[in-house]
């Protein structure tokens, strides 16, 4: 099949060339939209807290609301757009597989669990039936400030009624009207990761005590993939490795962050009915005299950072800092503000470089103890 030139396959912009495949059921055909070989997006889906995400990058989130904006001009009855393999990967998380994504519009489509049972037995899809252009009128046009701002206060005025469900394997995000697909779209080229952060989301779909389906970027979307693919296989590999999901889940999250090498800056772990300092952290921060969450508290991040520097620990970055405060104040280190970080900052002062270990010819050394951050298992 014909690849795309490297120029075109990151393209995101109006026109986009795209594969559509003619599906025949019994009664009924199918035209089934999809990108073209070679495209650069990547995408992953899972269900979290009762949500069913979309999970990708920044440029996987344009492509996606071109697909959506695109989508909202289509009038002809049992068209769908897929997203399948080469384009879906591991999620992010825990390397679970990801499940095709399929928009569907609403208003002019029926997509119930038979026509779902039926695409998937179908899948992957080969030798498309042609080339179609995408258009995505106003789109460029609507997201300027303030033709943007404007759209959301005539939208705002309207119920969302659209839908996200997995239907037998399948991850459906079908918008009930025009003007819905093309808020699904705003929200996702609005989405940014210049944020401490470095991830975005946007909900998709009426409240409900909750929202059946969201849309969540990381900046390091491809590399916390490879992450969980490596952390995934270094659990299976070991005869002791969980075979109950949840439980193999958990495994993998807890050796992803070794495997990133930031285990240590977990310093709040829950467990035995209680908050206590992570395994890890506890490892480093044993060369602070901190043993528990109430002495860190005692003593302060600041001061427990000094130690740390003191002990000369390799590898010790100001992530440690921002972890250890965050702990004290029940929070994520990302969500630590720039401006509390210079006041850290400004109350660390100057750090007194570490004094060099001297060697003797005669005798073995005897220096200041050397410490090291654990090491990627």
């Given amino acids: 099949m014909k690849q795309q030139r490297p120029a075109t396959a990151r393209s995101v ?6 594969h559509r495949h003619q599906v025949r059921s019994p009664g ?17 889906t899972n269900r979290f807290h009762d949500t069913w995400h979309v999970l990708s990058d920044e440029h996987g989130a344009r492509l996606l609301a071109r697909l959506l904006w695109g989508l909202s001009y289509q009038a002809r009855p049992r068209t769908v757009v897929l997203i399948d393999r080469p384009f879906l990967c591991p999620n992010p998380f825990d390397a679970d597989p990801a499940d095709p994504i399929v928009l569907v519009p609403g208003w002019c489509t029926p997509f119930d669990d038979h026509t779902a049972r039926w695409l998937k037995s179908r899948l992957p899809l080969s030798n498309p039936d042609g080339t179609v252009r995408w258009h995505t009128f106003g789109l460029d046009r609507t997201l300027e400030p303030a033709a943007r701002d404007a759209w959301w206060d005539r939208y705002r ?57 969201e849309i969540q970027i990381f900046r390091r979307f491809r590399p916390m993939v490879h992450v969980a693919n490596q952390a995934r296989a270094q659990v299976l590999s070991r005869a002791n490795a969980p075979t109950d999901p949840e439980s ?18 977990r310093i709040r ?7 206590h300092l992570g395994r890890d952290a506890a490892a480093v921060l044993s060369h602070a ?3 528990t969450l109430d002495e860190l508290a005692a003593v302060g991040a600041v001061e427990a950072y000094r130690r740390l520097h003191a002990a000369r620990v390799q590898g010790l970055t100001f992530d440690m800092l921002w972890a250890m405060e965050a702990a004290l104040t029940c929070r994520d280190r990302r969500g630590v503000s720039a401006t509390r970080r210079r006041e850290l900052l400004a109350a660390l002062g100057e750090l007194p470089a570490p004094t060099p270990e001297r060697r003797s010819p005669r005798a073995p050394r005897h220096g200041a103890r050397r410490v090291c951050l654990p090491a990627t298992r």
């Fill in 289 to 291: 005299d901190v043993t």
């Fill in 269 to 275: 772990e829950w467990r035995d009915r209680g908050y």
């Fill in 248 to 265: 193999l889940r958990v495994a993998v999250w807890r050796e992803a962050e070794s495997v990133r090498g930031d285990a240590h800056l």
């Fill in 13 to 18: 912009s109006d026109g986009l060339k795209l």
């Fill in 28 to 44: 009924h055909v199918h035209t089934v939209i999809t990108p073209r070989p070679g495209t650069h997006a990547r995408f992953s």
């Fill in 157 to 213: 005025r309207r119920k969302d009624r659209g839908i996200v469900s997995r239907r037998s394997g399948l991850l459906v995000l079908a918008p009930r009207t025009p003007d819905e697909a093309r808020a699904w779209a705003l929200h996702a080229a609005g989405l940014d990761t210049a944020n401490g952060y470095g991830s975005d989301y946007a909900y998709l779909g009426p409240w409900d005590h909750g929202y059946d389906g």
